[in-house]
């Protein structure tokens, strides 16, 4: 049996509409200016509509979305992405995650905003989520377990750091040990990444504060498949397991939804992983490309890994 799962992240989807200015008295100032000057020209909700588009008339078994599905945490654009990911139809089929624009201020984190128009992509099937929190949750399918978990945090201005609280980190070392989860092909979903940057100057202002840790607990639990975003470029590393048992390979999907401009010439992408015979035996990277005579644009496999064990 094979499964296939596809991975998008970093939408980075705006939408400014009926947003009162007493909305921006935060943080929220800075992102905005980033907003007008930036990412309103290079995240285009229409690549995400060609991405999700082709997604559906493939023959994948489950899509995962790995966070900053929103610009500032608006609810109009929380609402325009619950919007394109109802195409799927069968919500069972979609797991989602917060990023840290997702939790963009305090206030929106402790209202819980993603996890309003969110939560029912975040049902789990064990009960070993927090009492005050989704996180982390459980979707097992067939023969792969699905385990998403928040390193999403309200920060300061220009900041944009994760932590995986501790309470999260012990829940999933419980997860992991669990025989429903032990039995499958396990794969985690994280919003940041879990080793440093190749942009050094970055890094101090984008880390997950406790990857170590999380590390050691995803080794030591022995999951196959790290699936996270936040870097916007597409990537692909490697941690072996404890007693010789294989690797654990931990994937960047890239931002799915840049389009190129003028002065920015990066292509949105997203990744699909085939699953077969408890092994991860292929990783496919598609890529946007919106040349005229391909009509309004579709995405093309750029890259591709096919792993032997």
Known sequence: MTFTLVHMSDLHLASLGGTSWRTFLNKRITGSANLLLRRAFIHRPEVVQVALEQISQTGFDHLAVTGDLSNLSLDGEFQL??????????????????????????????????????????????????????YPYTKLFGPVAIIGISSAVATPPLLATGTVSEEQVQALDRILAHPEVRSRFAVVLVHHHLRPMNRKLEQPFRRLTNASALLEILVRGRVRLVCHG?????????????????????????????????????????????????????????????EKELGEGVFLVADEHILVS
């Open 230 to 290: 936040h870097s916007h470029r597409p990537s692909v590393w490697r941690a072996p397991l404890p007693d010789r048992e294989g690797e654990m390979v931990i994937s960047d999907s890239g931002s799915s939804s840049l389009a190129p401009t003028p002065t920015h010439r990066a292509r949105g992408t997203f990744k699909s992983y085939q699953i077969e015979g408890g092994r991860l035996t292929r990783i496919t990277t598609y890529q946007y490309r919106p």
């Open 81 to 134: 992405v619950r919007n394109l990911l109802s195409s799927f139809g069968d919500t069972r089929r979609i797991s989602v995650i917060p990023g840290n624009h997702d939790v963009y201020t305090p206030s929106v984190a402790k209202d819980h905003r993603f996890e309003t128009y969110f939560s029912h992509l975040m049902a789990s099937d064990l009960p070993l989520h927090l009492d005050h929190s989704p």
